[in-house]
């Protein structure tokens, strides 16, 4: 027989105001197996807490119900202090008298009659309830980082710092992303690439951290503590492993006329090439679409002045699995790029840009290219159709972003900044030259940000003009700015000799695909979506995934970092230990029921479901039985909806316990 | 004569009036073409653009109404004037998205709104159900080597999401169509700006410094004519054009066709069946120029 303690809570008076608590003490204390009924004015308080333990033992208690808030709230509190005094924490429940009754109901006597309703039905339930042993799974404390952005270089290396084994993968033949393409950054006007290329460096060189450059995530399985990850390994054509770095093969390469998309397609680069000086690894790619020996047979020039003979033309595509207990999700982002055709059908497109048409308007990223010291120009500011020097440039910010009528309605946050920098580098370096800027709001909230916008205007003499651009236009040499300057209440033309878009930040091609791989959700854009916007800002729901940087949403560098040491801090309080527990509230199947039909293998999201052989003692296979695995099951319950035996149930969540609770009523 | 392909034809008012040329030349096209074109009966005005700035249900109820009405004849409703275009499709937008003001328009025209019937502009009936291969074969007498500058003014693509004819900002339907002629089209930088629309009586002034800006752009991209869809377009930058000149010591000579004239020229039709008299600016010399007339 049970003896069930039910404690009433008046949650201040969030729950007494409205409900009889005393009364429902009362009337619940008279249904059978309730040893006790009482209530108090804040049960997860310390002295709530004490009475609960107190009680138990001096009432030995078998099971307890709290009727208090949701349990979303406090069932972990009340677990752990029934837990304490003795009692397995799966016979206790709490009822939710608060958000089910109080807070939604005014009639007093009503309220007060559901709420004993609702504490009756778990009381019901309680009973049934079994104790759970704790679920443990082993931790493989390696840790998978996607994406070599300087997100994934800060986790990489605060993880590896720690002790802990890191697998990085980069899509790219070298890591660095977008960082390593910027001139200077803001607010302090430091070279990209100085503070950059050193923790690249740290990368290549750390004992811990094993670097997958030009390879994917193919396939991920398991769970937290324990997943295996698939890679791979795209065929560089040239072997890693014996490749001395020296670039004769670059040199000597006949076709040399590609675009590099390093550079936004401003300078060209040879088909067996690195993206640029600084790349890490520093192994040159063979780009196989231009290659004049993929694509007619002739050249092989590459292989024949290749002293260690890295280069192999048959080198083909290779599947690693990796074992990892926590992935760090860096894949950072891409910039909205409206010569093309826009991807998604919320969003509209930019033609009246003229972007890709008029090939003196360029993206922001382009502007960083040219003005990097290692870029295409030398740091030259040179238009891209003429190489003249622009005397007129005009900055537009906000292109694309916050403009909900053309589909995207969130701010690119870096675009203020990096525009306020990009008039500044300009200033330096062209000093005739006059900097416009068309924007909406200067959005500069950070330390020093705002400083750093004031001086782009008041010591630099750029014109920040209130107001959009509806149009712009190739007339002669010169590109006609039509816009607004709404400060003033009057339409400006100007006639500009360069044009930089602050396009939106879009997360990377392909964020989404990746997603379904992990198993992750996303937003609308496909940025990556956190467990909680403000408690659990680097966690996904799924357990054990992380995130960092740009692809969860628009981020500078400072923010980029912060989160990603975050995120490797996370997976460093993981990995501090050997085993998890994990809520046993999973499926269990009854064997004798389950008639193999594997219904629920075809529902199970978690993947949670296996085979298992029956065998008499003589060792002959009786029947094939579905097996849920503890580690991997999520407690959804989807497959005991499904069972058309009935032979697979939920703890806490049985067939007989549901059907207890409603007849409760 | 193509069975299949019927259209429940809405001239709008300026066809019937000012843009009389433009009606003649629709009609002489599809006819050409053996597509069939079958008046709305008893169609009458949208409203343009006084309804809609004055009283919006009356606006929407015209419009409604008219495309009641277009009901009796088989076919999607064929409509050549942008304004007209754009009145109706606005109409069938804001009806779908909403239910009060439909519920309205309905209670005011005592019929349910038609808001599933399609509405096409002539250039997208050209350009996808007629198709450019079949107008390209239709052509007798191609363009060839005249260098048309294509005008879409503020309404045919605009807003996004509403007419749905072409991308909002860089369209090309007018381009491929012209192109299906055999004419040489320029690319240039007014394609989509305002000609100053109905200003043109209100503030002639406003009027002639926009216009003169297309006409200005056309001329500096090499373009021997101008084509238009749009009655107002057209009276804009033709009508107006000499007075332009005067304004701005300038000199432009671009004739402006209604895109259905040059269609019809190109498929034979001829200049009077064209409609081509009726135009300010005189196309014969190019045209005779060209070796098309
Ligand atoms: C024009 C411009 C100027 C800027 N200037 C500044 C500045 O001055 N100061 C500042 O603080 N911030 C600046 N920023 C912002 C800065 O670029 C970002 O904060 C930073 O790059 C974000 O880093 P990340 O690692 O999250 O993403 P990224 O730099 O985009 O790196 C992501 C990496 O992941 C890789 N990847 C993507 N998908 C996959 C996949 N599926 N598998 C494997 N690898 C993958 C990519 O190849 C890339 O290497 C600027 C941004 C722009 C656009
Ligand atoms: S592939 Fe060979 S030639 Fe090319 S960099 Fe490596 S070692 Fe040098
Ligand atoms: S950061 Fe500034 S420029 Fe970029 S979207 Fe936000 S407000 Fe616009």
Redesign the pocket.
């Known amino acids: 027989m049970s003896r069930i303690g039910v404690f009433v809570c008046h949650c201040g008076e969030n729950i007494s105001r409205t409900v009889d608590v005393e009364r429902v003490a009362a009337e619940v204390g008279k249904l059978p197996g309730v040893a006790l009924a009482t209530d108090y004015k804040y049960m997860c308080s310390d002295p709530g807490q004490g009475l609960l333990k107190k009680a138990i033992a001096e009432q030995r208690l078998s099971h307890v119900v709290v009727a208090a808030c949701s349990p979303r709230m406090h069932e972990r509190t009340f677990r752990k202090a029934v837990e304490s005094a003795g009692i397995n924490p799966f016979l206790c429940e709490m009822a939710n008298i608060r958000e089910h009754c109080s807070w939604v109901h005014d009639n007093r006597e009503e309220a007060t009659e559901k709420a004993i309703e609702i504490v009756g039905m778990m009381v019901e339930r309680v009973k049934r309830n079994r104790a759970l042993p704790a679920i443990t799974v082993p931790v493989t404390k390696r840790s998978l980082i996607?994406?070599?952005?300087?997100?994934?270089?800060q986790a990489a290396l605060d993880i590896a710092d720690a002790g802990h084994e890191v697998v990085l993968?980069?899509?790219?033949p070298s890591?660095?992303?977008?960082?390593a393409q910027?001139s200077?950054?803001?607010?302090t006007l430091d070279c990209?690439q100085c503070i950059m290329t050193p923790r690249m460096v740290d990368v290549a060189n750390h004992p811990r951290i094993t670097l997958h450059s030009y390879?994917?995530?193919e396939h991920v399985e398991g769970y937290i503590g324990n997943f295996q990850v698939t890679i791979r390994k795209k065929a560089r054509s040239v072997d890693e492993k014996k490749c001395t770095g020296c670039g004769v093969c670059i040199e000597k390469c006949p076709i040399r006329k590609i675009p590099n998309k390093f550079d936004c397609n401003l300078g060209m680069r040879p088909a067996i090439y690195i993206p640029f000086p600084q790349a890490v690894p520093n192994t040159p790619v063979i780009d196989r679409e231009s290659c004049a020996m993929f694509k007619s047979g002739k050249c092989g020039l590459c292989k024949k002045v290749c002293g260690p003979g890295a280069v192999d033309y048959e080198q083909e595509d290779r599947l690693i699995v990796e074992p990892v207990g926590a992935i760090v999700v860096?894949?950072?982002?891409?910039?909205y790029d409206i010569t093309e055709k826009p991807k998604g059908s919320q969003i509209k497109g930019y033609g009246e840009f003229g972007h890709g048409r008029i090939p003196d308007v360029i993206?922001?990223?382009t502007?960083?290219r040219l003005a990097s010291a290692s870029g295409p120009t030398g740091g030259r500011i040179l238009r891209p159709s003429d190489g003249r020097e622009p005397k007129q440039i005009v900055f537009i910010q906000c292109v694309g972003s916050r403009a909900r009528e053309k589909g995207i309605s969130y701010c690119s946050k870096?675009?203020c900044?990096?525009t306020a920098?990009q008039t500044m580098l300009y200033h330096h370096k062209v000093h005739d030259g006059q900097a416009y800027v068309f924007f909406m709001d200067a959005r500069t909230p950070g330390k020093s940000y705002d400083e750093f916008w004031r001086r782009s205007i008041e010591e630099e003499e750029a014109v920040y003009i209130r107001g959009m651009v509806s149009r712009l236009y190739q007339k002669g040499d010169k590109i006609v700015v039509m816009g607004s300057d709404i400060a003033v209440g009057v339409q400006v033309e100007i006639e500009a000799d360069m044009v930089v878009l602050?396009t939106a930040?879009q997360p990377?091609s392909?964020?989404d695909i990746?997603a379904q791989k992990l198993g992750i959700s996303y937003d609308k854009y496909h940025f990556y979506s956190e467990a909680h916007a403000k408690l659990r800002p680097v966690e996904c729901a799924t357990a054990g995934i992380y995130l960092?940087?740009?692809?969860q949403g628009p981020?500078?560098?400072?923010?980029?970092v912060s989160q990603?040491s975050a995120a490797a801090a996370k997976v460093m309080t993981l990995f501090a230990r050997e085993k998890l527990e994990r809520e046993p509230i999973v499926a269990r199947v009854r064997e004798a029921g389950c008639v193999g039909c594997f219904y629920c293998r075809k529902v199970c999201a978690y993947g949670a479901i296996e085979e298992k052989e029956i065998r008499d003692r003589q060792g002959n296979l009786i029947k094939v039985v579905a097996y849920v695995n503890p580690g991997v099951c999520g407690g959804c319950g989807t497959c005991q909806a499904t069972c058309p035996s009935k032979s697979v149930e939920l703890d806490g969540y049985t067939d007989e316990q549901i059907v207890a609770m409603i007849e409760a009523l | 004569m193509d069975k299949t392909l019927n259209y429940a034809y809405y001239p709008g008012c300026s066809l019937h009036a000012s843009a009389g040329e433009y009606d003649l030349s629709t009609r002489e096209l599809f006819n050409l073409l053996g597509v069939g074109l079958t008046e709305v009966p008893d169609w009458f005005c949208c409203g343009a653009t006084p309804a809609h700035n004055v009283d919006e249900l009356l606006s929407l109820s015209l419009c409604a109404k008219n495309l009641e009405l277009a009901e009796q004849v088989d076919g999607d409703v064929a409509v050549a004037c942008a304004a007209c275009f754009s009145r109706l499709k606005f109409t069938q937008h804001t009806l779908l998205e909403d239910e009060t003001k439909r519920r309205q328009v309905e209670k005011a025209i005592d019929a349910p709104a038609r808001l599933d019937g399609k509405v096409k502009h002539l250039l997208e009936i050209l350009a996808r159900d007629i198709g450019l291969e079949r107008l390209a074969s239709a052509v007798s007498k191609p363009l060839s080597g005249v260098k048309v500058a294509c005008y879409y003014g503020c309404l045919l693509t605009r807003p996004p999401d509403v007419p749905n004819l072409d991308c909002v900002e860089a369209p090309t339907i007018m381009e491929r169509v012209v192109e299906a002629a055999g004419a040489e089209t320029v690319p240039w930088s007014h394609r989509m700006e305002c000609c100053g629309a109905n200003f043109t009586l209100s503030r002639p002034g406003v009027v002639i410094q926009l216009s003169n800006a297309i006409l200005d752009s056309a001329k500096s991209s090499g373009a021997d004519c101008v084509v238009v869809a749009c009655p107002l377009c057209h009276g804009n930058l033709d009508m107006r054009q000499k007075e332009i000149e005067g304004v701005y010591n300038a000199e432009y000579g671009l004739p402006v066709f209604y895109i259905t004239q040059l269609l019809a020229v190109a498929c034979g039709a001829g200049a009077e069946k064209s409609g081509l008299g009726a135009l300010m600016v005189d196309p014969f010399p190019l045209l005779k120029v060209k070796n098309i007339l």
Do not use: N, Q, W
């Open positions: 996607i994406g070599g952005g300087i997100a994934g270089i993968v980069e899509r790219e890591i660095g992303g977008h960082m910027l200077e950054t803001f607010p990209s390879s994917e995530v860096a894949t950072g982002f891409d910039l993206d922001g990223m502007f960083e870096v675009c900044m990096y920098k602050a930040v990377r392909g964020a990746l960092a940087g740009a692809c981020k500078d560098i400072p923010d980029t990603a």
